[in-house]
Structure formats: structure tokens, C-alpha cells
């Protein structure tokens, strides 16, 4: 038990100084895990009058709310989108985005009865909150209301025909107001505002999915009535009644898109809405002090090898997981409100159990006040947990990623982010969760024992000081586009006006649809030719969820999406919901079930999958020699095949159980590089070697690419071989996880000398002898992270970065595009290293 929690007699006041508490959960260690801690000064806000437009209905009622007046961004955002302008703001977490969107969008609604507005989120939690924000102004007339998949159905035709302002998501967007665009014409007619809240998210194949729903949404509202060229609502007044200044060729409702922090956000509004956009990023808010720690888990005592890692590991860190969970008893002991934000769902659960269980051991009943809040969870239990961290029930939660948008959290003293979320602006929107109404925080990144954690924890400059990335997404990926221009024809038939609309090859696009029969060419335009509605998952989560059911009772104890109910439904699987433990009995992959059962083994459960990649063009490549760097598309087949029982308490492997499911296959994008065995053996590194050494490189180019790219681990795959048949040398692949690429490989491509040298810094530098999950092990490795070589990857990367540096400068000079002729491609060599 830790000792903060051992004094946990009763509900302690939270500390005043982040630095007190900071030094309290240092000193548990006999060895200090923190690596660096970062004093972020707090900032006084810069006020302004408001804007004389503003009704004073509307000023009362923020008054009412404890606000005097706006931030100087605020009013700046908020007088841009009156005036017609699309426009994005892109400040810091806490600097009330929100106010900036609703000034405008509520002066509307509040001059002319009819207007409407469409409020757009990523996530339920985020609509919910804003409804409640909304909701509570109490402003006549307005009638907000939520329009997604938990609305009741017998609510959503008084939505349609009576609500003002709708609080939606772009997947019901895209399923349900699109689809029945005539239900909605009325809506759509007199649509004044869109609202995209944290459009940052909206990135990879997701962020181009949605770019073109919201062309979708334009088209549509053009198709409904808007006055074109001026947006006017004959009879309005105020904001509603203003010619437009923007927009497309409809010149229909204002885009006013919030972001976090990022890099270029008026390049990525434009991308998401196709309208010029304006940037406002000069953030004016007050902001209280935040002390961030950088914190590394301890050494466990050396153990014999495990023969079966594949590894000779003699010494590995505690799991980030438990040092969250330590962590967050001792906050929740001292009284202070604590967010844990997990990567995973399965990991949110064990983060929660643990500090549950090391509360009640040390006060009968302080586990209760902690609680896990993932996605899958049902409606009720979502809202209660919202409803209980708000009031102060809980003073503790463990949460995946659903919380870090911005759900007004008041009041939380600290946050725990067990692992590097991806991005720096993720990091940074996770951070400012603490501290939001004004007061000091503690914001605490522990390390999971990855190459790219250990290599931030110890290099702090990566992370502070540094602009946060551009968020990366493609419209014009051909695997979003035709399925995207489908579902267009399918609301209504394509003319060659809307092919301008969605952009670069969208007429490439229609032909092809035409060619494959679904879509039938007429002189008024395209018409989908079937019955059904064509079937496109926007998040590319792989299709419908699967039900989690109780067997013995029938109960829905939640949903998880389909590209993942392999890993984590697989007959034999532990499935924990709410801290209780379940047994997968069944998995129906055709009915979309998975049966399970209650019960608490003393092990985990972990998949494991083949795969084979295959060369299908190539796009562009540098030629350095022996070392050569390519970009293209690849064919990647992938098969979970078996699955490790590990003994929780020590990792030890019990066995290993072979699964019968069916292969997946994905067209996707990579980037790869190619060494000659010549180069190889002149640099010492012997063809034995040569397999470890590439797998090795591999992992560990991976684990460093969401240092560049938009992206975490998660979202990429790679492979790597001594001679692969289409290359015909020794070649390292990483490729997008997503069909049709999600610009990450390209991405890394432009940037290939700063990711490979970050690789061979952060394998160089780590302290292990032989390799461990700090460099060059993964831990989603389909060969059990065997072999690898950790000194000859070095040896490897010192190669290619020797050979490529002089060609990269600058790489734009070096680009030469081939067509989409490769050398035949034949059955393929076992590839002995992928991830």
C-alpha cells in the first residue's frame, strides 16, 4: 500500500501547492522517477467590451454565469463569424472556445426566430456538456436539444421539427440528418451557423471522412433553399440578416471551427470545410500555474530470462499502468481530484481496480469515490459518471481519451497521462483538464516503457517549448472519396457542380463508381443505382460494433468495434467492464455478439497476429545508393492466429492457444527503405544478424514516427525482412493503418532523416544490453519480439542515415515519381519480423 493512502483516515483538503503534492508522491520511491518537471507561469487574461451586436439578453445571462465580459480572442473570433467570415480558433485548453463559437451563433438564434444553428462534436460526452452549457443560460426560445445515437426515437421528430440549435456528431451527421436531408429542410434552409468543436481530432481517414461530410452538408443546404451568394434569410436581423462574405459556391451557412493548439490551423480548417478560412490563435485568457512532471517508473529487481520473450531481459520497468494507479490512490487519499487518462480501454479498467482495491485496503470504501469511463459503456452509466466527477461523488477517474476534449471538468486539482498520448496537442488538451478554473495544477506523464516515452521523459525539450503538430488528413484519399461521392448520390444525384465541390479526383472518383456499377451516368447527372444506402464507416473502426452479452442473463454489458472484437473478443479473452472481470465463451463475428461470463483468472490475455505485405506501385523514391527510400501503396493481410496467458502478477507466460479467425486485407500507404547486403556487411553486420537488426529497427522506427507524424503507435503497422520478394534486399516497411493511407507514411517520408535519426538516438541511447520495451521490443509484435538485434540496428540506421542525409537535403530535390509499374510480384517470403 502507498503511504499517502495508508493516512487516508478521512477526506484530506487538496494541497494548495502542485509542488507539495508533487514532492508527496516523489518520495514513495526509493529512487526519484521523475525525470524533469517543467514550471509552466501562470497568465493574466486580457478582457474586452462586448461586442455592441451581442443582445443583452445574451449578456445578462453569461453575467449570470460569472461572465463580465470576453477575452480579447473571443470577441475576435466571435466578430469575424458575425461578420460572414469562416473561422477557426486555435487556442489553449481552458481559454473558452466555447464563448468565442456561442457569442455569434446565439446573437443569431436570439434576432431571428427562425435561424438555426448545427452544433457538431466528436464525442456524445462533449454535446452533452455543451447542451448543458446552453441549457443553462436559459435563453427563450432556443430550445437546444442533442440529436445522436442514445436520443430516444420518440424525441428526435419534435428535434427535427422544433429544436433551433441541434448538438449532433459527424457520424449521425453523416447516417441520419444527411440521409433524411428532407425531413430536415426546414433545418437546412435556415441554417445561419455550423459549429465544429475540436476539429483538431478530425484527422487521418477519420478528418477525411469528415471533410467530406461536411461538403455533404453544404451541398445539401445549398439544395435547400439558401439564398445563393448571400446567405441572407429574407426578415432577419442581427448576424442572421449579413451578406456573406465567405463560403463556397452555395455561400451558405458561417464555419466556426475550435481547435486546441495546432500547428497551421487555418491550412486545416480549409481542408475540412473547403472555405477559405481565418485563424484566430493569440490566446487572451488567464491561465493558472501548472507544474508538469516528467515521470519514469522505477527498475524491477533483475529476474532470470524468460526464454520465451525471445529476449535476454534481465531487468524491466514497473508498468506504467500500475505507477497510474499508485498514483492516482495517492491523490484520491489527499483529498485531490484526479483525472488518469489511459490509452486503452482494457487499460483504463486495470488503472481504476487498482487504485480501488489499494484505497479499500488502506479505508474500508475510499475505492468507491474512483471509477473507470471508457467508450462501449452504455448511456446511463456514461451520464452517471459525468454526473458523479462533476458533483464531487468521485473524486478520481480513469478515463480513455473520451475525456480529454473539452467536457467542462471545474474544480479538478490533477491529471495522471499514463503514456505519450501521440501528439502534443493531445498531451497539452490532457494537461489543461486540472487547473481550469483558474487555480495552480499538477499534470504528471508517466513513462510506459516505449522507445518514444523513455526517449521524451529524457529529452523534455521534444516536448516543451515546441509548436504542437499540424493535424494531417487527405480529402482526396481515393478510399474515402468514392465511398464519400456514394453516399452523395445516394441523398441525391451528382452534377459536374458538385464534383468541384469535393475537390482533386473527384470526377477520377464517379468514373470508377460508374465502372463498378454503382453508380449509373445520365445527361442530368450520376444516380446511385441500388436500393440500400451505401455502408461507410467514418472512423474506420471496421464496421458494425459487436455486442459484449452476460450469457447466463442476456445482459448488454457494452460494445466494442469491430476492427478490434479480434484482439480483444477472441474466444478465451479477458474482458473487463467496470472492474469486473469476464471470460469470452463465444465470438459471432456474422451476428456481431460475443458471449462472455463472469469470472476473475490470475492472468491476461494478449492476441497475436501474422502478417504479409506486398508491394503494389510505388509513388516516389530517393536513390542514395546502396540505400534506397521509397513511398507507395501496399497490399497488407493480416490474421490473429493465437493469443499468450500471461500471470498477471509476474508476466509469465502460461501458454500459448491458437485461434481459427479469418484474415483481414488492407490497401494502404507505406514508406520504406532498402540496404544493400554489401553495405550491410561492410558496416559489421553479419547475415545472421541482418533479420534482428531490421526488426529491430523496425519497432523502434515505429514507436518514434508519432514524434513527427499526427499519430500513435496504434495507428501503423510495419514489417521487415532480410529479402523481400519485391524489393529483392534487405527492407524495413511501416505502413498506415487505414485503407488508402492516413498521411502518416508520407508524412514521415518528408521527414525521414530527422524520424530515422531520432530511431537510431533513442535505440543508442537506452541502457539495456540487448533490447527492451524502452527501445526496440513492441507490444504488439506478431513474432514475440524474435529476433532482434539491438547494436546491429544501430549499425543498420548509422548506414542509411549516411547514405540518405546528402539526398534528403532538401528531399523535395530528390523526389523522383514512378508510375505504377513494380517488378511482378510473386507469392511472397515469410517476412521474420512484423508488427
Known amino acids: 500500500m502507498t503511504p499517502a493512502a495508508t493516512r487516508a483516515g478521512r477526506e484530506r483538503a487538496p494541497v494548495t501547492a502542485p509542488a507539495d503534492l508533487l514532492r508527496r508522491l516523489r518520495s514513495r520511491n526509493a529512487t526519484d522517477p521523475v525525470t524533469h518537471v517543467e514550471q509552466v507561469p501562470a497568465r493574466a487574461g486580457t478582457p474586452v467590451t462586448w461586442p455592441d451586436w451581442v443582445p443583452e439578453e445574451l449578456r445578462e445571462a453569461l453575467r449570470r454565469r460569472g461572465v463580465e465580459a470576453p477575452w480579447r480572442h473571443q470577441a475576435e473570433a466571435a466578430q469575424l463569424a458575425y461578420d460572414g467570415q469562416h473561422v477557426v480558433v486555435a487556442t489553449g485548453t481552458a481559454s473558452g472556445k466555447s464563448l468565442a463559437y456561442l457569442l455569434p451563433a446565439l446573437s443569431a438564434l436570439l434576432a431571428d426566430p427562425r435561424a438555426t444553428v448545427l452544433y457538431l462534436a466528436p464525442t456524445k460526452a462533449l454535446a452533452a456538456d455543451q447542451l448543458r452549457a446552453v441549457t443553462s443560460l436559459e435563453l427563450e426560445g432556443i430550445r437546444p436539444a442533442c440529436y445522436d445515437g442514445d436520443t430516444p426515437r420518440a424525441e428526435r421528430e419534435w428535434i427535427r421539427r422544433h429544436s433551433r440549435l441541434v448538438l449532433t456528431n459527424p457520424d449521425m451527421l453523416h447516417h441520419g440528418l444527411l440521409p433524411g436531408h428532407a425531413q430536415w429542410s426546414g433545418f437546412l434552409r435556415r441554417l445561419t451557423y455550423v459549429i465544429v468543436d475540436e476539429c483538431h481530432t478530425y484527422r487521418g481517414v477519420f478528418g477525411s471522412h469528415v471533410a467530406h461530410v461536411l461538403r455533404r452538408l453544404r451541398r445539401r443546404c445549398a439544395a435547400s433553399g439558401r439564398t445563393p451568394g448571400s446567405g441572407r434569410i429574407p426578415g432577419a436581423r442581427g448576424p442572421a440578416a449579413l451578406p456573406r462574405q465567405g463560403g463556397g459556391p452555395d455561400r451558405g451557412p458561417v464555419f466556426l471551427l475550435a481547435s486546441a493548439t495546432s500547428g497551421d490551423p487555418a491550412t486545416t480548417a480549409e481542408r475540412l470545410t473547403g472555405l477559405p478560412t481565418t485563424a484566430v490563435t493569440e490566446d487572451a485568457s488567464p491561465r493558472g500555474g501548472v507544474t508538469f512532471a516528467l515521470w519514469e517508473p522505477p527498475l524491477l529487481p533483475a529476474e532470470p530470462a524468460d526464454p520465451t520473450a525471445g529476449a535476454d531481459l534481465t531487468q524491466v520497468r514497473r508498468s506504467a499502468l500500475r505507477e497510474t494507479a499508485d498514483l492516482l490512490a495517492d491523490t484520491v487519499a489527499e483529498g485531490v481530484r484526479t483525472l488518469a487518462f489511459v490509452r486503452s480501454r482494457r487499460g483504463a479498467e486495470v488503472v481504476a481496480a487498482h487504485a480501488r482495491r489499494s484505497l479499500d485496503e488502506a479505508v474500508p470504501g475510499l475505492g468507491r469515490r474512483v471509477a473507470a469511463y471508457r467508450a462501449g459503456y452504455l448511456r446511463e452509466e456514461r451520464r452517471e459518471l459525468e454526473r458523479a466527477l462533476l458533483d464531487g461523488d468521485l473524486l478520481g477517474l480513469a478515463s480513455t481519451n473520451a475525456l480529454e476534449l473539452g467536457v467542462d471538468l471545474v474544480g479538478l486539482d490533477a491529471v495522471v497521462i499514463c503514456g505519450w498520448p501521440g501528439t502534443r496537442a493531445s498531451l497539452w488538451q490532457q494537461a489543461g483538464r486540472a487547473g481550469r478554473s483558474g487555480q495552480e495544477a499538477l499534470a504528471v506523464l508517466v513513462a510506459r516503457d516505449d522507445p518514444l516515452d523513455t526517449y521524451l521523459v529524457h529529452h523534455p525539450e521534444a516536448l516543451f517549448g515546441r509548436p504542437v503538430e499540424a493535424t494531417v488528413l487527405d480529402p482526396a484519399n481515393p478510399y474515402v472519396l468514392a465511398p464519400q461521392l456514394a453516399c452523395a448520390a445516394a441523398e441525391a444525384p451528382l452534377t459536374p457542380a458538385d464534383l468541384e465541390l469535393f475537390g482533386t479526383g473527384a470526377k477520377e472518383a464517379v468514373d470508377s463508381l460508374v465502372a463498378t456499377g454503382a453508380l449509373r451516368a445520365r445527361p442530368t447527372g450520376w444516380y446511385w443505382r441500388h436500393r440500400e444506402r451505401p455502408e461507410v464507416d467514418l472512423r474506420g473502426e471496421g464496421g458494425t460494433p459487436v455486442c459484449v452479452v452476460e450469457s447466463a442473463t442476456g445482459r448488454l454489458l457494452g460494445t466494442v468495434d469491430g476492427s478490434s472484437s479480434h484482439f480483444l473478443l477472441h474466444p478465451g479473452a479477458v474482458y473487463l467492464h467496470q472492474g469486473v472481470s469476464y471470460v469470452v465463451d463465444e465470438l459471432d463475428l456474422a451476428d456481431g455478439c460475443a458471449l462472455v461470463h463472469p469470472e476473475e483468472p490470475d492472468w491476461s490475455t494478449h492476441a497475436r497476429d501474422v502478417t504479409s505485405l506486398s508491394v ?156 527492451c520495451p524502452s527501445c526496440v521490443q513492441s507490444p504488439k509484435c506478431g513474432n514475440g519480439n524474435n529476433p532482434l538485434a539491438k547494436s546491429e540496428a544501430v549499425q543498420v540506421l548509422d548506414v542509411v542515415l549516411a547514405n540518405l542525409s546528402d539526398a534528403l537535403r532538401p528531399v523535395e530535390d530528390a523526389l523522383r515519381p514512378v508510375g505504377d509499374g513494380v517488378r511482378p510480384v510473386g507469392d511472397g517470403v515469410r517476412p521474420v519480423g512484423e508488427e
Open 616 to 771: 503494389a506501385s510505388v509513388r516516389s523514391y530517393v536513390d542514395a545508393g546502396p540505400v534506397g527510400l521509397f513511398l507507395g501503396e501496399v497490399d497488407v493481410t493480416s490474421q490473429v492466429v493465437s493469443y499468450q496467458r500471461r500471470r498477471i502478477a509476474s508476466g509469465e507466460v502460461i501458454d500459448t492457444r491458437p485461434l481459427d479467425l479469418p484474415t483481414r486485407e488492407l490497401r494502404t500507404v507505406a514508406v520504406w527503405f532498402t540496404v544493400s547486403p554489401q553495405a550491410l556487411a561492410a558496416a559489421g553486420v553479419d547475415p545472421p544478424d541482418v533479420p534482428g537488426a531490421l526488426h529491430a529497427a523496425e519497432h523502434a522506427a515505429i514507436g518514434l514516427l508519432p514524434l513527427i507524424a499526427t499519430c500513435d503507435r496504434w495507428d501503423i503497422g510495419g514489417l521487415s525482412t532480410a529479402v523481400h520478394a519485391d524489393t529483392e534486399a534487405p527492407t524495413v516497411f511501416v505502413y498506415d493503418g487505414h485503407p488508402g493511407g492516413a498521411g502518416f507514411a508520407e508524412r514521415a517520408y518528408g521527414t525521414a532523416d530527422a524520424w530515422l535519426r531520432a530511431t537510431r538516438e533513442a535505440i543508442a541511447e537506452c541502457g539495456c544490453e540487448s533490447g
